[in-house]
Nanobody, 126 residues
Framework: QLQLVESGGGLVQPGGSLRLTCAAP????????IGWFRQAPGKEREGVSY????????VYADSVKGRFTISRDNAKSTVTLQVNSLKPEDTAMYYC???????????????????WGQGTQVTVSS
């Protein structure tokens, strides 16, 4: 059973940065596309970013384009989401998810992902 572990969240001031990591200790992520999602209190979970299994395709939600960068290191079985220029509206629990059959066309479809992590909290506040 693939297990995903997110880390790197925290409390940051507006304009600040964080580096979120999704790790799969002991597992090979090569065959899995990875998506990052977030969910704020009282809101639905939404897709933030996606990276294909080989890393050749990346996708971003319009709300984070130019501020967030996704990358992966398959040798280390990790996916990183660099989040810059944070805004209060970025406050949410951030989750990573893995799916073998997720493409760029359905990257934000929650039910197409097979495995989910427990999440890491990002709070943007002054």
């Amino acid at each position: 059973q693939l297990q995903l572990v997110e880390s790197g969240g925290g409390l940051v001031q507006p304009g600040g940065s964080l580096r979120l990591t999704c790790a799969a200790p002991g597992f090979i992520l090569d065959y899995y596309a990875i998506g990052w999602f977030r969910q704020a209190p009282g809101k639905e979970r939404e897709g933030v970013s996606y990276i294909s299994s080989g890393g050749g395709l990346t996708v971003y939600a319009d709300s984070v384009k130019g501020r967030f960068t996704i990358s992966r290191d398959n040798a280390k079985s990790t996916v990183t989401l660099q989040v810059n220029s944070l805004k209060p509206e970025d406050t949410a629990m951030y989750y990573c998810a893995a799916g073998r059959f997720v493409l760029g066309s359905n990257w934000s479809t929650i039910h197409d992902y097979e495995y989910w992590g427990q999440g890491t909290q990002v709070t943007v506040s002054s």
